[in-house]
């Protein structure tokens, strides 16, 4: 059974678990980032003092058992392909005093942070509620925080600086990392050593991706790693964080962080949809520019990956920043050649 | 397989509940109250519009499978005999903006209604979820508030008010109904008519057991029954509800309002150790009389049914008045053989 060890944190992270859970014969384990501030997390955070577990609920959802239907029951508000215990662990609550805002699969895991003591224990727990297929494990058991350093030497404390479009948005960033120091959670570890193939991305380089890479050991055992190294390039660049980087940008800072070279790359080579560029473009986000063809060595994908159904939506769903995303079925089929 | 239907709702009914899902070869189904109007339930039902679940979240944590078991994970505040799972749906936020006070499990629930739109849908979808052994039924598809007569001719709407020992507490009740008028469910009918035994306490009779023989229809279904009819007596009065009234004053309320007699009731004959009745006595509560021994033509059966570990805990937790319950496995005993 192969090994298979995706990284990151959010909903490009969750796609690519939904895409691999598909797939028989993989041995499946999320790594991810427990360094959110904002949102329902942040005030979860806020409030318990626990982790931060957004991250770790998208993952949940995305590696759920489809197999608990129920087709007599009509589910409003679907999202695409989910199942309906997706929809569950995602619902977000819509009013309620204190309620408003808040995910249902964070209350569940906050409830079992309590109950437990320990976050990888509530991860345990839920995932044989949900039947997982696959493994979760924060890539670090101490709540931390990033710590956000800027070209011009401003320096921000927390994750939700890079949602915020108010606050340098545009400004490049040279390097993030976490308060306090924080080591590698040994069952991550352990993962990321048996591992025969390793994913990175999509996701937002600073937000999602990054927060694991500098966690302490992380580098070290990837680097020692025997795994194929792959790494799912973003569709956009994001205003708050990689505003004006290519391509090459991106890969560069990964494979800076790790001190090791990556082995395939993927990379999207279809055509996005005037009215979506648009959208973006209001957002100043723009496609990120493939550059690639000037690295040596490396084994480049280049393959449509947009949604095919996209153009279909009204543009009012498309200005949603997050409206965009790669194909799941076109995912699904790559990686499985990759794998 | 003998088809077993318990009637009720709150603490009484899940223990009843708990007891029954150990024997083999029952189809258990639990029809609850839909009532409530008070605490995490009542804000809920307030803030969403949906009908309460609280009574559904006590009758799902006793049904829930306990298969699901964590050796490795040390769970703290374990309540007696539940399993983690169990823990989990009845777990309550102790803190949070908003959130303190409401059970995980409520929200669940609640979370599902929205999704679904239907109550009878939520349980369905949370039975598959927690791998229930049985089946749970509301009493009636649509939200009721009860409205309470005491012997004054004074009238209350809510079930919070049996709760509130600052009002009414002593006063004698002569009647309760539902505002509106609701028919029973129809999945809940089906159960009474293919039950073999119905099950009705213990638990607060005006706050959960007259509020289903109060729904339209449900008198006549369980007159019609061919079922045993079986009661389990309370051990204690309550200020708020049952002040003063005896065993047989229990057991008249109940018949009359089905215009059937039971066939068998089952009445601790256990002593209660002084210390815990001094901590009732403050709280105006007391043991009801056993004066059923006048009542011709009725199976009574008479035993031990106090939980033995009870004096060993201290008398801080005593106080609590939900504190004293039936002992869950001389209870299964003793149903185990009428059933």
Do not use: C
């Not at 004006?244 to 990964?254: E, K, Q």
């Amino acid at each position: 059974m192969k090994k298979v060890v995706v990284i990151g944190g959010g909903t490009g992270t969750s796609m690519v678990l939904s895409s691999l859970k598909a797939l028989k014969e993989i041995d499946l384990s999320a790594i991810v980032s427990v360094a959110d501030s904002g949102g329902s997390t942040g005030r979860l955070r806020d409030e318990f003092g626990f982790q931060p577990v957004g991250d770790l609920r998208q993952a949940l959802a995305a590696l759920a058992s489809q197999e608990i239907k129920n087709q007599k029951s009509k589910i409003k508000n679907r999202q695409g392909e989910n199942s309906w215990i997706q929809d569950l662990l995602l619902y977000r609550f819509s009013k309620g005093n204190g309620l408003e805002g808040h995910n249902l699969g964070n209350l569940i895991l906050t409830a079992l942070q309590d109950m437990t003591g320990s976050t990888a224990k509530a991860i345990e727990m839920a995932s044989k509620i949900f039947r997982l297929h696959g493994h979760i494990y924060p890539i670090t058991t101490k709540p931390v925080n990033l710590v956000i350093e800027y070209s011009d030497g401003t320096v921000e404390i927390g994750e939700h600086i890079l949602d915020d479009t108010n606050k340098h948005a545009g400004d490049r960033i040279i390097g993030i990392k976490t308060s306090p120091r924080a080591e590698i959670y040994s069952q991550a570890k352990l993962a990321i050593t048996n591992a025969g193939v390793i994913i990175i991305g999509p996701g937002d380089l600073y937000g999602s991706i990054m927060p694991n890479l500098v966690i302490g050991g992380a580098p070290e055992i990837i680097r020692s790693s025997k795994a194929k190294l792959v790494f799912i390039m973003n569709l956009m660049t994001r205003y708050t964080q990689t505003h004006n980087m290519s391509a090459n940008d991106h890969l560069g800072i990964i494979e800076k962080q790790i001190s090791r070279k990556v082995d395939t790359v993927i990379m999207n080579n279809g055509k996005i949809p005037p009215k979506i560029l648009k959208a973006y473009k209001e957002q100043h986000e723009y496609p990120v520019i493939d550059n690639l063809k000037k690295v040596i060595g490396k084994r480049i994908i280049r393959v449509n990956l947009i949604r095919s159904t996209l153009v279909k939506q009204n543009l009012a769903d498309a200005v949603h920043r997050s409206y965009l995303r790669h194909d799941p079925e076109k995912l699904k089929q790559i990686l499985n050649k990759i794998i």
